[in-house]
């Protein structure tokens, strides 16, 4: 393998120097570097630290023998799901297929969840968010809100494994600053590149990974965040009249995602702190993980599952905050109809523009590309609307207060490149 510092750091190519130019280049992607500015990259390069990424284990119980005594578990025979109610309940459906759970057994050898929080929304307030979110959905099939027939409205305590970490770390960023000008036959643009680097500190409290295999993961990030403050002490009254998700998840096997999650967040707090690029990319991230602790904790969550022209679709309501997810489907007949709308509109605007301007059909065709593309990412963000279902990226709900800290910032000039157009002719030149 090269040395890393001979390796290029745009491609990762292998660099030589030129004799002609007195810089450094790389043959793969033809960069240039100076060769003081390249030494005070590589020199900050090798002051990256091994990353850290360990976790102490958790101090989680098990039910004692007389918890376990006063709850059992119901297990689908249809989906395999499995769920924990407290012993009066008699009967009960999945929350996942909606079938009758038929098989119980006396719960035994699980652990003890640290927290709970307790339910704050009621079926009517969820039915009436329910509602609230298929109005606000433009592109959703009118059928869909009148037709579709709510199967079964579940409340289900969810288990979370929630880990807390202090960090601290390098993040590497590649930024952008662009200088346009113009002479009399061309236009120039000059793109400026740099190594971005920010060191710093930060802590996560209590990010949730969910803790349940039949719950999408997706799904349980897009009703996040969870207010941490309202937890509350593990106590099995809290189960009666509700049911919980038998956890299915060990903590160990939740480490590399809460990890994901702390690593995009720290990029993100990193990010914050650049300013003055038009374009700035993360490059490499390095971090180390101390004062770890992961607890195992149920949060109440409303599942919804409803039909429309027979296919099924979960929705997913936070059970503190009310906070809805669930993907919806797109009227394809509206689709067409809203993007044909902002193409004429924007196009209509370009040329009459132009009929003013005299330059009708310059502006004609402008209209007509600028009009699809505008549509086109309009129309994008709606059909979004209804697809938003997805993974949190990152951890910025849960930043502990006061925490993050840059502690070096380092901002090096790597190279330029110059684009060189011909100038456009005028019509009436």
Not at 133 to 151: A, E
Request: aromatic share 12%; with cysteine.
């Amino acid at each position: 393998m090269a040395n890393k510092e001979l390796e290029c750091p745009c491609c990762g190519g292998t660099l030589s120097y030129d004799l002609h130019s007195k810089d450094i280049v790389c043959p793969f992607c033809d960069s240039h570097f100076s060769v003081d500015d390249l030494k005070e990259y590589t020199e900050n390069l090798a002051t990256d630290k091994e990353e850290d990424t360990a976790w102490d284990e958790s101090k989680v119980q098990e039910y004692t023998d007389k918890e376990m005594k006063g709850m059992k578990v119901y297990s689908c025979e249809s989906c395999g799901g499995e769920i924990i109610v407290d012993e009066t309940a008699s009967s009960t459906c999945c929350p996942y297929c909606s079938n009758n759970i038929l098989v119980s057994k006396q719960l035994a050898g699980d652990l003890k969840p640290n927290l709970v929080i307790p339910f704050k929304q009621d079926k009517e307030n969820v039915l009436g968010s329910l509602k609230s979110f298929f109005k606000k959905k433009p592109l959703l099939p009118g059928s869909f809100s009148k037709d579709n027939v709510i199967t079964e409205v579940k409340p289900l305590y969810v288990p979370f494994w929630l880990f807390d970490a202090d960090v601290t770390g390098r993040v590497r960023f590649k930024g952008e600053k662009t200088h346009s000008w113009s002479d009399s036959k061309y236009d120039y643009e000059e793109t400026k590149y740099y190594s971005l680097v920010r060191d710093g500190e930060i802590a996560f409290d209590h990010v949730p990974v969910d803790g349940s295999k039949k719950m999408e993961d997706q799904l349980m990030e897009s009703i996040e965040p969870y207010d941490y403050n309202e937890a509350v002490p593990f106590n099995a009254g809290y189960l009666a009249g509700f049911a919980a998700d038998r956890y299915d998840v060990s903590k160990d096997e939740t480490f590399n995602r809460a990890t994901t999650r702390f690593r995009e967040g720290t990029i993100q707090a990193f990010r914050s702190d650049i300013h003055g690029y038009e374009n700035v990319n993360c490059v490499n991230s390095q971090i180390q993980l101390s004062n770890t602790n992961a607890q195992y904790a149920l949060y109440p969550v409303w599942i919804l599952n409803t039909k429309w022209k027979e296919k099924p679709y979960r929705f997913a309501v936070n059970g503190q905050t009310g906070k809805i997810a669930g993907n919806l489907p797109v009227s394809v007949g509206k689709a067409i109809l809203f993007w044909s709308l902002f193409f004429l509109g924007i196009t209509a605007l370009f040329t009459g523009i132009g009929a003013i301007a005299q330059y009708l059909v310059p502006f004609l065709v402008a209209g007509l590309i600028f009009g699809a593309g505008v549509a086109s990412i309009i129309l994008a963000v709606m059909v979004k609307k209804n697809k938003n279902v997805r993974f949190q990226y990152g951890a910025s709900s849960y930043v502990r207060n006061n925490s993050f800290h840059i502690l070096g910032r380092k901002d090096i000039f790597l190279y330029s490149e110059v684009k060189k157009t011909a100038r456009a002719t005028s019509s009436k030149d």
